[in-house]
């Protein structure tokens, strides 16, 4: 027998020392409900659940990011609903304007209503914020950029991939022009005489040209007719030819003159498009002549038609379209250029009527439209980026995101920005305008409306995945508390033996004192 050591003591503190500590993990475990506790308890185990852990959290901020998109598309919806409305006010406006029992009094009345509801929509355009973000002005569009001054991007569908496309416009868009066959004959000193007076109209808009006008007067209540119907009149030199790249297009490529006498008058509509017509007649034969405008005093009348541009796919040089699909078909509207291929994807593009800079001639008219003299060609690139949607984050990764991309809704994307309904003419043209306005807010909340599903799967798919993930986690790191229970008791019992035999072990020693007596 050792007492120095005490082998047996050293032995039984051992024991005691092992059940403590199995012990103090099982209290650990039954207090916390968890039976990892520490990287300690299971190194790998405790690395896989923190992982797991910090994507639950991302998932659950997801879904909150999800529900901030969902919000944005209700006010953005909101926004276009009541768009939407002013455009049926604006239909039911234009059908009564057609009516030919409105006088031009009430016609006015019928435009200026016109004008408030198209500053009443871009005003909701610009003031639709989510978070001080405009929703609908175009900011949460993707960012297009062209090669040429001018040309705007309307609409590009969300499924177009970021990149260049390349339309070629072979010829310039027109607007409806009617020249003065003849010379304005009458001077500037000059007053119509009773004789002379008469009615000019302009697309059934009359102008009353009374005894006592001068030609400075003519001409201003001409100008001011004009503006009224969605027109200008102005003067050119007799003879003289257009050039849009260097005159633009606000007056077709010609150069307006300061004086009238002895020059051609010229009458136009201020868009361009085959919808746009300018018909000029005259009450008096004598006043026609002296104006110039005599086959305006004709039965037929002076009469014009615009002409829609012209344009094609731009080729590389492997003979292949440039960013558009082989499906693809180009149509064209005024100076717009829309391109859509068999998935119903849309590409609208305005450009301006002088792009390519075709020269026309408006007194040698082929089927009352404008001929062009000289014809040049426009490659027109468009580079789409993915640059100003608006990015939902909807996952605990990296570029799991829904791109939010809602076109320009404005008086001028929707085409309205120039109604005019003064004439039964120009009110019946409006109708057609409104119903193409009507068709692209409904793409908008068509485009809205998948969206707003698009997210609602997304939510019900990060439900179902935090659920998935939390169960996992429970499944890795919970205890099992009868599991636990049965090892805490029997831990608890080895740790009340092993101090118990301790005890003893230490006592051992007292017993050599017997044999050294």
Same mark, same amino acid.
């Given at each position: 027998m050792r007492i120095a050591t005490n082998v047996s003591a050293i032995v039984s503190n051992n024991a005691l020392q092992k059940s403590q500590d199995r012990l103090t993990k099982s209290i650990a475990r039954l207090s916390s409900g968890y039976k990892i506790n520490s990287s300690s308890d299971d190194a790998a185990g405790y690395a896989i659940s923190e992982k797991m852990r910090l994507q639950l959290r991302g998932l659950n901020q997801a879904d909150n990011n999800a529900a901030d998109g969902v919000s944005v598309l209700h006010t953005a919806e909101g926004a276009m609903e009541e768009i939407q409305s002013m455009l049926a006010r604006m239909k039911e406006l234009s059908v009564q304007a057609a009516n030919g029992t409105n006088s031009d009094h009430e016609r006015s009345a019928i435009q200026s209503e016109i004008d408030s509801l198209n500053s009443e929509i871009d005003r909701i355009s610009s003031n639709t914020e989510f978070n001080s973000q405009t929703l609908i002005s175009g900011n949460l569009s993707r960012r297009v950029y062209s090669n040429y001054e001018g040309v705007n991007q309307i609409e590009v569908s969300d499924n177009f991939v970021a990149g260049n496309y390349g339309i070629t416009i072979t010829q310039d868009a027109r607007q409806a022009i009617v020249v003065g066959n003849g010379a304005v004959t009458m001077s500037d000193t000059a007053t119509v005489t009773k004789e002379q007076a008469g009615t000019i109209s302009m697309n059934g808009y009359g102008i009353e040209i009374s005894e006592g006008d001068t030609l400075a007067g003519i001409m201003g209540k001409l100008v001011d007719g004009a503006d009224k119907i969605g027109g200008r009149v102005f003067a050119i030199t007799a003879g003289a030819t257009n050039d849009t790249k260097v005159n633009g297009t606000d007056y077709a490529g010609y150069e307006p003159q300061t004086s009238y006498a002895g020059n051609n008058i010229v009458f136009m509509t201020k868009e361009s498009g085959s919808s746009k017509t300018m018909n000029i007649t005259c009450s008096n034969a004598e006043l026609a002549n002296m104006l110039g405008i005599a086959t305006a005093a004709t039965n037929s009348g002076m009469y014009a038609e615009g002409s829609d541009v012209q344009a094609e796919f731009t080729l590389d040089n492997d003979g292949k379209r440039v960013g558009f699909a082989d499906s693809a078909v180009i149509s064209t509207s005024g100076t717009r250029v829309t391109v859509k291929d068999v998935n119903n994807r849309t590409f609208v593009t305005d450009v301006p009527s002088n792009v390519a800079g075709t020269q026309f001639s408006d007194t040698a008219k082929a089927d009352d439209k404008s001929t062009a003299t000289s014809t040049q060609t426009a490659k027109v690139t468009q580079e789409v980026t993915d640059v100003g949607t608006?990015?939902?984050?909807?996952?605990? +990764?990296? +570029?799991? &995101?829904?791109?939010?991309?809602?076109?320009?809704?404005?008086?001028?994307?929707?085409?309205?920005? +120039?109604?005019? &309904?003064?004439?039964? &003419?120009?009110?019946?043209?409006?109708?057609?305008?409104?119903?193409?306005?009507?068709?692209?807010?409904?793409? &908008?909340?068509?485009?809205?409306?998948?969206?707003?599903?698009?997210?609602?799967?997304?939510t019900n798919n990060l439900g179902t995945a935090s659920e998935n993930l939390t169960s996992a986690i429970s499944t890795m790191t919970d205890t099992d508390m009868a599991e636990e229970m049965t090892e805490y008791t029997s831990l608890n019992v080895m740790t009340q033996a092993a101090t118990s035999i301790l005890a003893q072990a230490n006592e051992r020693p007292s017993t050599v004192l017997q044999i050294l007596q």
């Open positions: 608006m990015s939902v984050h909807v996952g605990a +990764n990296e +570029n799991q &995101v829904i791109l939010i991309d809602i076109p320009a809704v404005t008086s001028y994307t929707l085409g309205t920005e +120039n109604l005019n &309904v003064m004439t039964s &003419v120009t009110a019946s043209e409006a109708i057609d305008t409104i119903d193409t306005a009507v068709a692209y807010a409904n793409r &908008v909340r068509s485009q809205m409306g998948a969206y707003e599903n698009r997210f609602e799967h997304t």
